[in-house]
């Protein structure tokens, strides 16, 4: 079993990351480019603890690279945190924590911590859930300044 944790300071309170962090549609666009998961795409309301979704996995969205499952465990609201349970092809574990904590009213710090078994496999496929967790914050510090900029225009 390896431990991958990448973290980042994005531009938006947690109290607007978090329910984004919530929902496949979210998923999908820090997702976009490196992985697509079409299961996840039809899915159209937020995570819910027991959410079951199974399909292909692609490799830069169109490799097709195994089928994967991801089951929702937890979704503590005071915490901020959703825990999903993951697998398929080599992957026999893939547990990710996904952690939204306040760091002023303007910003967050936001984790993607992955426990991950691939048999031997494994320093590999932690290798690559590195590389793809940077690239998913990017995606996130990208969009996340929008995403508080529309949540003041609705409250104001």
Known sequence: ?????????????????????????????????????????????????????????????????????IVVDSIDEEARVLISNEGGGPIRTWRHELITTEVNARQCHYTDRIHIDAGLLTPLVAGFAKLFYRY????????????????RSDRG
Not at 9 to 27: E, G, Q, R, S, Y
Not at 42 to 67: A, H, N, T, Y
Not at 136 to 151: E, S, V
């Open 1 to 69: 079993m390896r431990t991958i944790e990448v973290s980042t300071i994005l531009d938006a309170p947690a109290d607007v990351i978090w329910p984004a962090t919530k929902t496949p549609h979210a998923f999908v666009y820090v997702a976009r480019g490196m992985l697509r998961f079409p299961a996840s795409e039809r899915l159209e309301r937020p995570w819910q603890v027991g959410d079951e979704v199974r399909g292909w996995i692609f490799l830069f969205g169109v490799v097709p690279f195994s089928k994967h499952r």
């Open 136 to 151: 998913r914050q990017r995606r996130w510090r990208q969009i996340a300044p929008l995403l508080a900029a529309c949540n």
